[in-house]
């Protein structure tokens, strides 16, 4: 009998009964799809947290062990880091299109467990080193700056605000959508933001749908009140006005139907046209807290090729969001941008301002998008600072923040829409993209000072 025992010892069966104690190692992914871009930096990355009952999880290894197709990406792309319960996997792309990733955790006696990580590559684009990917939506339209290097960022495709560290890739920190509480159910198209103090205000474009129809949500204004700021940032529902179309279209009949807003706003009238009805800029006159500029993206003025940008001050935008006044408006400006309209508008503390110049046609790829500097003061012209790129996808709608124009190297950052991109080359529109992590938005620095 001890013979026997010494046998079974011998052919290892002890050591098998130790293995025995170890569980199966498990693994979870953070998000089950991954965007990045080919040459970009600071892409998101995968938190990956693995465990094993009986085990030092510190003992525990994770790799990438498959790649259904390398030319997007191989393994040997894949870098994991980390030591503890919780790694991460960032993927270095070097092709545009899908693949599956397996990540594997390899426990101490030898078990595994996969999981398939769902990735998807852009191609490279211009200024890479200065760009960042928003990602959870495509469609970028608007955005306010709330400190700390972290911006609020509104989509014109939802009523969801997202907020986004300006510095890295990746998704929204937090979210909000006040659809509810401002009694809409479709989007308001929002287009256009600005902030005074803790207030922020946004609009809706308040133009008719791609179709020409009439949508009322769309005809939208409201305000937010932050508190704290950065990563802490919250937001919190304040009042909505929905008839500043109807006040702009009844003030412009009164005054000769000088730019056709009644036309520009008739049923079946596309709003992206030359002579359609679309609001993409908001910002308050210089010194003002009460009058705010609204810049449109079309009509032109006049409404032919080569007229210029058109500017509408509301001389009492403060009381018609507050009381729900109908908003007065003062003398239009009009603005040379060399034939393109305002795709945006945002000003400093010290009323330095900038504008994104665009087409008010809807092919944003092809068509010429410009960056001006400006003072803010009817009848003084507008000085074009560079010409933005329009080779990459997506069109150039949001301005972050002005930096001190006086001020050699100064850089401000602008925010493409892609929502009607094939970012991946398989002919999907990225607002159609069925995975959130899959839709981003672009975030470029430029250098807009010499």
């Known amino acids: 009998m001890l013979t026997g025992v010494l046998t079974l010892a011998t052919l290892g069966l002890g050591s098998q009964a ?41 003992a525990l290894t994770v790799t990438v062990s498959k790649s259904s197709r ?77 400190g700390g290097g972290y911006t609020v960022v509104a989509d014109d495709e939802s009523n969801t605000l997202r907020l986004y560290d300006r510095s890295t890739s990746g998704a929204p920190v937090r979210t909000w959508d006040f659809g509810s509480r401002i009694g809409v159910s479709k989007e308001i198209d929002i287009e256009a933001a600005t902030r005074v103090g803790d207030t922020v205000y946004w609009t809706g474009s308040l133009g008719n749908n791609k179709d020409g129809e009439y949508k009322a949500d769309r005809n939208t204004v409201f305000t937010t009140t932050v508190t704290g700021s950065g990563a802490s940032t919250a937001l919190t529902y304040g009042r909505s006005y929905k008839k500043l179309r109807d006040n702009l279209v009844a003030w412009d ?83 040379d941008l060399g034939g393109l309209a305002i795709r945006d508008i945002h000003k400093n503390a010290s009323n330095q301002y900038l504008i994104v110049a665009g087409s008010w046609a809807a092919d944003d790829n092809s068509d010429p998008y410009a960056l001006y500097s400006w003072d803010g003061v009817p009848g003084h012209a507008p000085v074009k600072r560079l010409d933005l790129p329009t080779s990459d996808p997506g069109g150039w709608e949001a301005i972050v923040d002005v930096p001190d124009l006086t001020v050699s190297g100064a850089r401000a950052q602008l925010i493409t829409d892609d929502g009607s991109a094939d970012l991946y080359g398989d002919g ?20 807009v000072t010499n």
């Not at 990225?430 to 470029?444: M, V």
């Open 70 to 146: 390398t030319a997007v990406a191989t393994t040997g792309d894949v870098t994991v880091t980390g030591t503890g319960a919780t790694r991460k996997v960032a993927v270095a792309a070097r092709g545009l299109g899908y693949t599956d990733l397996t990540v594997k955790v390899t426990g101490v006696d030898g078990q595994t467990a996969t999981k398939t990580l769902h990735y998807a590559a852009s191609a490279p684009v211009q200024l890479a080193s200065d760009s960042r990917y928003f990602t959870g939506s495509s469609d970028a339209s608007a955005a306010v700056d709330v």
């Open 253 to 335: 009949e009164a005054n000769g139907d000088r730019y056709r807003f009644a036309a520009g706003t008739e049923d079946g009238q596309v709003p992206k046209q030359i002579d359609g009805f679309n609001v993409e800029g908001l910002e308050f006159a210089p010194g003002s807290t009460t009058t705010a500029y609204l810049g449109f993206r079309a009509p032109l003025a006049p409404a032919v090729p080569g007229g210029k940008a058109l500017i509408v001050p509301v001389t009492n935008f403060d009381k018609v969001l507050s009381s729900g006044t109908s908003a007065a408006f003062g003398t239009p400006i009009e603005l």
């Open 428 to 447: 999907t529109e990225a607002k159609d993209l069925t995975h959130a992590e899959w839709k981003k938005s672009r975030a470029t620095w430029f250098t």
């Open 18 to 58: 130790h293995a025995a104690s170890y569980g199966t190692p498990s693994l979870s992914l953070s998000a089950a799809y991954l965007s990045g871009a080919v040459g970009a930096t600071a892409d998101p990355a995968v938190n990956v947290t693995v465990a094993q009952s009986g085990a030092d999880v510190g």
